[in-house]
C-alpha cells in the first residue's frame, strides 16, 4: 500500500512509519517539525537526542534499502497537502500530525486557540483532500481515549446502544474531554463522522489511551533511528515521566490522589494497531472506532509499580503526591472496552516489571540530558 504518514517525524509517528516500511509498504512522511520548534519555545528537549528527519530517513535507506520520502509542511497549508496527494495517490493517510498535550493546550487563551486551530482545521484540510483527490483513500485519524472522559458506566468502542421513551438507537458515545485539546479531538471526530456521511468517505478513529516506552525493533537498529522521548511538565506523559523522574532522583509526581485510571499501551503496540487498521478499512462512508489501549491502571498503581523496579534496581525513588494541577476526577469507575483491535490480531505487549526496567535502563543512558527545571508540572488549568 502507498501510506502516507502525517506527524511521521513525531513519537509514535517516527515508528509507525519505520514498521510500516519495514513491512513493505511505501512510505512518505508529512511534518512542519512544530514539534521540534515547540522544544526551543519550552526551553525543553527530547531525553534522546534525535537526529533530523533528513538524517533519519537517510540512515533507513542505508541499513535496508527502503526509501522513505519526505515533505516538510504544514496540514494547514491546503495547496501543499493536494500537492502531496497528488504526488502519493495514498491508499490509507495516518494522521498523527496534531498537537498532542493536554497541559500545551492550557497554557492560555494563545495556545489554546493555537491547538484547537492547528488540530481541527489541519483535519478539515486532510478531509476535504481526501474528498477532492483520493476519495477512496482510507483516513486512519488518531484520536485520544480521553474524548470519553471518566463516565460512571462501562465505555464503549465509538458507539452506544441507548433506549429512550420506548425508542432504540445506536449513537456515538457521549464525550466528555478534560482539556482544551482532548476538545479538539472530539470536534475532529465530529467533522470525521459528517464527512463520511455527505461525501462517502471511509475513516477509521483511533481512539488511543497513553502511550509508553520508546524503542521498537527498528528504532533499535541505529542511534540515528533513536525516537523522541518526552520527560518535561508539558509533554511528558505518566509512565515514561514516573520512570525518567526515578532514574534522575526526582520525586515520582503523583498529580492529587492517583486514583486518575487510564487505557495504555506500549507503542509497539501503537505501530501494530495502525498496519491492523490499514489492513482492515473502513467501507465507503463508514466511521469505524476502535479503542486503542492494552491495560488500565491509576496512576497510583503506576508509581507503585515503577518505585518497586527502580528500587531492584539500586535507586531510592520517592512517590510524591502533589496538588493536582489538572481539574479531572480523581477517584472514579473506569471500565473499557478495547476487543475490536484484539479481535483483528493485536497480540499486546503488557505491562510488567521487565518492560519498565527496560525502559529504565535507556533512559538511565541519557540522565545527563534532563532539564530539571522542567520537570514538575507548571501549567494549572484553573
Ligand atoms: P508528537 O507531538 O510527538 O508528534 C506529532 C507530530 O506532528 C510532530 O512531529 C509535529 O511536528 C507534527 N505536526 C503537528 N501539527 C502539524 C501540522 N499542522 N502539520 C504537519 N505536521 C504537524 O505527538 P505523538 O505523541 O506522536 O502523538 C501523535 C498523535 O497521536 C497525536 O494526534 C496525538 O493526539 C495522538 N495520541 C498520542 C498519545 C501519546 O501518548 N503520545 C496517546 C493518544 C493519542
Ligand atoms: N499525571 C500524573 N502525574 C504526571 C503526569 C500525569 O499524575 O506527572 C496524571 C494526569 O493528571 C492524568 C493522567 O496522569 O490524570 C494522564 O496524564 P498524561 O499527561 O499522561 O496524559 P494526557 O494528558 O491524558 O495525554 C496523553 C497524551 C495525549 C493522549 C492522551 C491519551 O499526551 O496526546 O491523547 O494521553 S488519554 O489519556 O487516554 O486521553
Same mark, same amino acid.
Given at each position: 500500500m502507498n501510506i502516507i504518514v502525517a506527524g511521521g517525524d513525531g513519537f509514535c509517528g517516527w515508528p509507525t512509519a519505520l514498521y510500516l516500511s519495514k513491512q513493505g509498504h511505501d512510505?512518505?512522511?508529512?511534518?512542519?517539525?512544530?514539534?521540534r520548534e515547540m522544544d526551543n519555545e519550552l526551553h525543553s528537549n527530547s531525553l534522546t537526542p534525535i537526529a533530523s528527519l533528513k538524517e533519519r !530517513? +537517510?540512515?533507513?535507506?542505508?541499513?535496508?534499502?527502503?526509501?522513505?520520502?519526505?515533505?516538510?509542511?504544514?496540514l494547514n497549508h491546503y495547496d501543499f497537502l493536494r500537492q502531496v496527494l497528488m504526488t502519493e495517490e495514498p491508499d490509507a493517510f495516518v494522521h498523527f500530525a496534531e498537537q498532542r498535550s493536554a497541559p500545551y493546550s492550557m497554557i492560555d487563551r494563545?495556545?489554546?486557540?493555537?491547538?484547537?486551530?492547528?488540530? !481541527? +482545521?489541519g483535519n478539515l484540510n486532510v478531509l476535504y483532500g481526501i474528498k477532492e483527490i483520493v476519495p477512496d483513500c482510507h483516513l486512519i485519524k488518531l484520536g485520544t481515549m480521553g474524548e470519553y472522559g471518566t463516565p460512571n458506566i462501562p465505555i464503549e468502542e465509538?458507539?452506544?446502544?441507548?433506549?429512550?421513551?420506548?425508542?432504540?438507537?445506536?449513537?456515538?458515545?457521549?464525550?466528555?474531554?478534560?482539556?482544551?485539546?482532548?476538545?479538539?479531538?472530539?470536534?475532529?471526530?465530529?467533522n470525521i463522522t459528517f464527512a463520511c456521511k455527505i461525501w462517502g468517505i471511509r475513516a477509521t478513529d483511533l481512539n488511543q489511551g497513553v502511550v509508553y516506552g520508546l524503542d521498537t525493533d527498528e528504532t533499535k537498529m541505529d542511534p540515528i533511528l533513536a525516537n523522541r522521548l518526552d520527560y518535561d511538565g508539558v509533554f511528558g506523559t505518566a509512565l515514561n515521566r514516573f520512570i525518567i523522574q526515578s532514574a534522575t532522583g526526582h520525586d515520582v509526581t503523583v498529580y492529587g490522589k492517583g486514583g486518575q485510571t487510564r487505557g495504555f499501551l506500549n507503542i509497539k503496540d501503537t505501530v501494530r494497531c495502525i498496519e491492523i487498521a490499514a489492513e482492515n478499512p473502513a467501507d465507503k462512508g463508514e466511521f469505524q472506532v476502535f479503542n486503542q489501549f492494552t491495560e488500565e491502571f491509576s496512576v497510583g498503581e503506576l508509581a507503585d509499580k515503577v518505585k518497586k523496579v527502580a528500587q531492584e534496581e539500586g535507586l531510592t525513588p520517592n512517590v510524591a503526591y502533589l496538588d493536582n494541577p489538572r481539574v479531572e476526577q480523581e477517584e472514579h469507575f473506569f471500565e473499557a472496552v478495547n476487543t475490536k483491535l484484539r479481535d483483528l490480531g493485536l497480540e499486546p505487549h503488557l505491562l510488567d516489571d521487565g518492560v519498565i526496567?527496560?525502559?529504565?535502563?535507556?533512559?538511565?543512558?541519557?540522565?545527563?540530558?534532563?532539564?530539571?527545571e522542567n520537570v514538575m508540572p507548571q501549567v494549572s488549568w484553573k
Open positions: 512510505v512518505s512522511i508529512i511534518d512542519n517539525m512544530i514539534r !530517513v +537517510a540512515k533507513w535507506k542505508e541499513l535496508t534499502g527502503k526509501e522513505i520520502r519526505t515533505y516538510e509542511g504544514d494563545e495556545h489554546a486557540v493555537f491547538t484547537q486551530t492547528n488540530n !481541527v +482545521a465509538g458507539y452506544i446502544e441507548i433506549e429512550h421513551k420506548g425508542r432504540k438507537d445506536v449513537l456515538p458515545y457521549p464525550k466528555q474531554p478534560g482539556s482544551f485539546y482532548h476538545l479538539s479531538k472530539v470536534h475532529d471526530s465530529h526496567r527496560e525502559i529504565l535502563h535507556t533512559v538511565m543512558q541519557h540522565n545527563d540530558r534532563v532539564i530539571q
